[in-house]
């Protein structure tokens, strides 16, 4: 019978793992997929189109894109990450140049998914006071996906706003 109850308590510890790592996992896939379906939107404008904004007073392509990725630090280092020493998390948004906001953009990400793989499930409670609000770890991580989901969908009506098809959905 102790064997048994061994067992059992092995057993209930490994599918506890199991589950973090797919939350984990889960997270991670989906924030890589944000970032390609952004990334080959932002690269299906034109260098010109990135000054395009639908209204004064609204952010252009470009701002979307740099606002984004911003972000992407700015959350993570709620997490307690520290921001890369060559990121101008206050400049950020004055980067100009197609090419040089889209490397802006994917090195945030490859910063947002690296950090995103060191948490640890059992910081996953742990409160985190992103300033405008006070959540937990686990919801920090969601609030990086729906961020980014956020400006995807903005990037999109832009998008259909000049003639330009998302490439995913040819």
């Given amino acids: 019978m102790k064997?048994?109850?061994?067992?059992?308590?092995?057993?209930s510890t490994l599918l506890v793992s199991a589950q973090d790592q797919v939350v984990q996992?889960?997270?991670k896939g989906l924030l890589s997929n944000n970032q390609n379906q952004i990334s080959s939107l932002a690269n299906a404008f034109s260098e010109e189109q990135y000054d395009w904004r639908p209204a004064a007073g609204v952010r252009s392509v470009g701002e979307v894109i740099l606002h984004t990725?911003?972000?992407n630090y700015f959350l993570?280092?709620?997490l307690g990450y520290a921001i890369p020493k060559d990121v101008d998390l206050t400049g950020m948004e004055k980067i100009k140049g197609k090419q040089q906001v889209l490397d802006a953009l994917n090195k945030s990400f490859v910063f947002a998914l690296e950090k995103m793989s060191e948490v640890k499930a059992e910081d996953f409670g742990k409160e985190v006071d992103l300033g405008f609000i006070?959540?937990?770890?686990?919801s920090t991580m969601m609030v990086v996906l729906e961020h980014t989901g956020?400006?995807?969908?903005?990037?999109?009506?832009y998008a259909r706003s000049n003639g330009i098809t998302p490439p995913w959905s040819n």
Avoid at 3 to 11: A, D, R
Avoid at 150 to 156: A, D, T, V, Y
């Fill in 3 to 11: 064997h048994l109850v061994t067992l059992f308590l092995f057993m």
């Fill in 25 to 27: 996992s889960s997270l």
């Fill in 69 to 71: 990725a911003s972000a």
């Fill in 76 to 78: 993570l280092s709620k």
């Fill in 134 to 138: 006070k959540m937990n770890t686990l």
């Fill in 150 to 157: 956020e400006h995807k969908g903005q990037l999109i009506a």
